[in-house]
């Protein structure tokens, strides 16, 4: 996981991620995996995992990129249903520390 501030003063968030099972193979199953950030006022839904092949690779590698104009204080990785979810469900796979 990576934050920087671009020359625009946004934040580029990137994250790589290894060996992250797919998520139907989760229990309970799911359909997709959604990164949120946290920030001093709210928790945001900011994307998807994405991959070249399906949702994830055969070697269980992924990423995700995106700018954000606030900084994050933390970021978290919830499976879920749908993607288009606006609070993130209880089911948290990955989270980062307060930045």
Do not use: C, H
């Not at 790589?16 to 950030?37: F, I, S």
């Not at 700018?67 to 288009?84: L, M, N, Q, R």
């Amino acid at each position: 996981m990576k934050v920087k501030k671009d020359n625009n003063n946004n934040y580029a968030i990137q994250i790589e991620l290894v060996n992250l099972a797919e998520p139907d193979r989760l229990e309970p199953a799911k359909k997709t995996y959604v990164v949120w950030m946290e920030t001093d006022r709210e928790v945001k839904n900011i994307g998807q995992i994405n991959s070249s092949t399906s949702l994830l690779s055969k070697r269980l590698k992924a990423a995700f990129e995106t700018v954000s104009p606030v900084k994050p204080t933390k970021i978290f990785i919830t499976a879920e249903d749908d993607a288009t979810i606006q609070y993130p469900g209880s089911q948290v796979v990955l989270s980062t520390n307060r930045f």
